[in-house]
């Protein structure tokens, strides 16, 4: 896959933060996997071998958008866009109270019992979006010592380290974009911690047994189309913890893991953006 990406600057007239992620969750069904807020709308990103400019008229005409909607594309080369993130699009966040999460050159970032230090490359997960802080808050309140995780759809390889740092025994990170999966290879040596990271798609969880917590950190259509796949590896018991899709998808969600043996625990909202957490029983 390139490493080079393609830049979608969406106007927003009026600006409306809502349709702004609205779209953005649209954008997400075509492969589009950054987004930056700016004065005037959104920039969307998407890997330059997926974007097909046809796919933008299509997301727009998905939704009765009340503002109207103008774009601009432009290529992105992947030095050029890593300098711009590095520069102007990451801070520092803490998420739960307990966890930081800092690029390697913040001097001036809080002291916290989990601190995740990353170099921001071309790969979601940072923490700043809301189903990330979501996944991570939650990962910081069940008890994962001694844990066999796996983490699909790994990006930034945050998730997998937040696990590592508490305790799991294993850790598997999962992740086909191969922008995405050598900066979570990295991020895993700069934390020191153990994850096996795998490049590749839900296929490579044919080699996974006896998982007790299984993340997703994706949308709504990739997780449906490849529970089956992530029930085969789950032993009994097994927490799975969904996110990267709104509120409203959920029931459909819901009905399909049902009929798998999972049984809904709980969710979380921000801004429409839902995580959810199911319990997988090979007895029902």
């Known amino acids: 896959m390139s490493s080079d990406y393609v830049e979608v600057d969406f106007e927003f007239r009026p600006l409306d933060a809502d349709e702004m992620d609205i779209l953005c969750a649209l954008l997400a069904e075509f492969d589009y996997d950054s987004f930056e807020t700016t004065d005037k709308g959104v920039k969307a990103y998407v890997n330059a071998d997926s974007f097909d400019e046809n796919n933008i008229g299509v997301a727009v005409s998905l939704y009765n958008f009340r503002s109207k909607i103008k774009w601009a594309v432009k290529e992105v080369k992947a030095e050029d866009w890593n300098a711009e993130w590095e520069q102007n699009g990451f801070s520092p966040i803490v998420i739960g109270e307990e966890c930081v999460v800092h690029a390697t050159y913040h001097t001036d970032y809080p002291k916290c019992n989990v601190d995740i230090v990353i170099n921001p490359r071309m790969s979601f997960g940072s923490g700043h979006h809301e189903t990330t802080s979501m996944m991570i808050e939650r990962l910081l309140n069940i008890e994962l010592q001694g844990k066999r995780v796996v983490d699909m759809g790994a990006g930034t390889g945050i998730l997998s380290i937040v696990a590592a740092k508490r305790g799991a025994s294993s850790v598997t990170g999962i992740e086909i974009d191969e922008t995405a999966y050598n900066n979570a290879v990295e991020n895993c040596r700069l934390n020191g911690v153990d994850v096996?990271?795998?490049?590749?798609?839900?296929?490579?969880?044919?080699?996974?047994?006896?998982?007790?917590?299984?993340?997703?950190?994706?949308?709504?259509?990739?997780?449906?189309?490849?529970?089956?796949?992530?029930?085969?590896?789950?032993?009994?018991?097994?927490?799975?913890?969904?996110?990267?899709?709104?509120?409203?998808?959920?029931?459909?969600?819901?009905?399909?893991?049902?009929?798998?043996?999972?049984?809904?625990?709980?969710?979380?909202?921000?801004?429409?953006?839902?995580?959810?957490?199911?319990?997988?029983?090979?007895?029902?």
């Open 196 to 284: 096996t990271m795998i490049h590749g798609d839900a296929s490579a969880l044919a080699g996974v047994s006896g998982c007790d917590l299984f993340l997703a950190n994706i949308n709504r259509n990739i997780i449906l189309n490849d529970i089956e796949k992530y029930s085969s590896c789950m032993a009994d018991g097994a927490t799975l913890l969904i996110s990267g899709f709104y509120e409203s998808d959920l029931p459909i969600i819901d009905e399909k893991l049902h009929a798998l043996g999972f049984a809904f625990r709980n969710k979380n909202v921000k801004n429409d953006w839902t995580m959810a957490e199911f319990a997988l029983s090979w007895h029902v």
